[in-house]
């Protein structure tokens, strides 16, 4: 894995799942204190960040009336209405404190969906930096960061997702997502498996760059 062609995309890290107040927090609190996922992505993006990873955040987010969407939706994006989450200029489609972004992170704006490309131009800015890998996080981990990583996969990505960098509704749709869909479209890391990858290939590197000298 090199660094420089590598991206974390961070899926919906925003205060409605992430924060207690949040209208959807109360649901995936249960997952997110069982792997420490929160704590886990602050610590894999200021990792990353040294090692010259791009940070790409794909937040999602609606007007106040939802008229973006269907009139009658209905599965998860009826959860999303009938909660009055991720509503533009909220608290609760904010970004969360702890992962504020930094001048050098990108933020993917226009996801409406669930993939984090459908919507978006995640593919143009992520091609367009030369990236190759992309390492997936967020919510829900059996939702919208399982649609990103197919879409992805398909794409042509090398797409690691981080397992304990993600969270969903209960532990058993988590264990079942990670353990039968994710190895189908993904290769499926811990945080600290992504990051000693990325530093055995920095070492590398530097070795190559002396053995020519």
């Given amino acids: 894995m090199n660094p420089k062609a590598t991206a ?25 204190e069982s792997n420490n996922m929160l704590a886990n992505t602050v610590e894999l993006v200021e990792k990353v960040r040294k090692l010259g990873v791009a940070i790409v955040f794909t937040p999602i987010s609606f007007t106040d009336d939802y008229h973006e969407l269907a009139t009658h939706p209905y599965g998860i994006l009826k959860g999303v209405v009938d909660s009055k989450s991720f509503r533009k200029g909220s608290w609760g489609a904010e970004i969360v404190d702890v992962l504020k972004p930094q001048p050098q992170d990108l933020i993917v704006e226009g996801k409406l969906g669930l993939c984090g490309f459908a919507s978006t131009n995640l593919d143009f800015i992520l091609r367009g930096r030369g990236i190759t890998t992309i390492a997936l996080c967020g919510f829900l981990t059996n939702c919208c ?11 042509g990505y090398d797409v690691v997702t981080l397992k304990d960098c993600t969270a969903t509704l209960s532990e058993e749709e988590q264990r079942l997502s990670v353990e039968k869909n994710y190895p189908m479209f993904s290769r499926v890391m811990t945080h600290t498996e992504f990051l000693e990858a990325l530093a055995g290939e920095q070492v590398a590197a530097g070795s190559g760059r002396g053995y020519n000298q």
Wanted: glycine letters at 12%; aromatic letters at 8%.
């Fill in 8 to 32: 974390v995309v961070l899926i919906e890290y925003q205060n409605d799942f992430t924060t207690e107040g949040g209208t959807l927090h109360g649901a995936v609190k249960g997952v997110m």
């Fill in 145 to 155: 960061v399982e649609s990103t990583m197919r879409t992805a996969y398909e794409k």
